[in-house]
């Protein structure tokens, strides 16, 4: 059972850090759900996600605040807007274009629909 917990764990990670780079993946959930896995099966790797340099404040923030710091919403829509809005420029049809505004608008939305903290 705990090789299927790290497996889904390093999965986890795996897709988190995926979702950093492309704008539909969600980064926090799988980062939050390694998180799980890890403290069923490996906390010293759990442990290594919460105090990580970059991914850990973030992660931490979300566990106790249930919120996102203000800087990361900004950066987060803003590399989102950018990464969508090349992707449309690079795509020449005008449907999968208005189909990824729509993604744009709606996870925007959905970001900025968590709490805001400091």
Do not use: N
Request: glycine fraction near 6%; include cysteine; proline fraction near 5%.
């Amino acid at each position: 059972m705990r090789l299927l917990w790290v497996s889904g764990g390093v999965l986890a990670v795996a897709l988190g850090v995926l979702g950093m780079f492309l704008p539909v993946l969600p980064t926090v959930p799988f980062l939050l759900l390694a998180t799980f896995c890890f403290a069923r099966s490996a906390p010293k790797w759990k442990d290594k996600l919460l105090h990580h340099p970059f991914i850990g404040k973030p992660l931490r923030d979300w566990l106790q605040y249930k919120g996102i710091r203000k800087k990361e919403k900004i950066f987060s829509v803003a590399f989102l807007w950018a990464s969508i809005l090349l992707s449309a420029y690079f795509v020449e049809l005008l449907w999968i274009r208005i189909l990824l505004l729509i993604v744009a608008v709606a996870v925007t939305v959905h970001i900025l629909s968590f709490k805001t903290i400091r």
